[in-house]
């Protein structure tokens, strides 16, 4: 068993505009089942806020919406993925967890509900503070057995959406 906060590292590395237009930018929304997709944003005069990078294979936690699963890994083959302060980013220590394990551990329903009862703030923007989520121990099996199960898992779950299993 290993706490979160042992094996990744909190990435706040600032994007510089200056340096970085807007336009260059591909920002992302994360889905309460993990997956990523990128957000279409048609004018930098919608985002005031401050960006930061996410950069390839770095895990990415949805602050408010973490009690519903809303943690990705970004994929190898994105660059230039910017966030707001709304969003974590987490830089994981690949020779001691496999970025997906930790997504799918999120993913599992009673790790959810368990992040659903320690929520806290005020009412209808209740969430889980990110020292408790880096606080939480999780199974920690070696390397080849976190991608063995993340392996196993996905083609379970293609099987299921092919309806070959029930």
Same mark, same amino acid.
């Given at each position: ?7 990744? *590292?909190? !990435?706040?590395?600032? #994007? ?7 336009? /260059?930018?591909?920002? +992302? ?25 996410? *950069?390839? !294979?770095?895990?990415? #936690? ?7 699963? /809303?943690?990705?890994? +970004? ?27 930790? !997504? ?63």
């Amino acid at each position: 068993m290993a706490k979160i906060g042992s094996v990744v *590292r909190l !990435r706040k590395e600032k #994007v510089d505009p200056k340096i970085t237009p807007f336009s /260059a930018l591909h920002l +992302i929304t994360i889905h309460f089942d993990g997956s990523v997709s990128e957000r279409k944003i048609e004018s930098s005069r919608q985002y005031t806020m401050d960006m930061y990078w996410a *950069r390839p !294979r770095d895990i990415v #936690v949805a602050k408010i919406d973490l009690k519903n699963g /809303a943690v990705s890994v +970004i994929p190898d083959d994105w660059c230039n993925v910017a966030v707001t302060n709304h969003f974590a980013v987490y830089e994981p220590d690949e020779k001691l967890i496999f970025p997906e394990y930790l !997504r799918l551990i999120v993913q599992v329903s009673f790790f959810k509900a368990y992040l659903n009862r320690n929520k806290v703030g005020a009412e209808g923007r209740k969430e889980v503070k990110l020292d408790f989520f880096e606080s939480i121990k999780i199974p920690l099996p070696p390397l080849d057995v976190q991608r063995a199960i993340v392996q196993k898992w996905g083609m379970r779950r293609r099987r299921l959406s092919q309806g070959l299993e029930t």
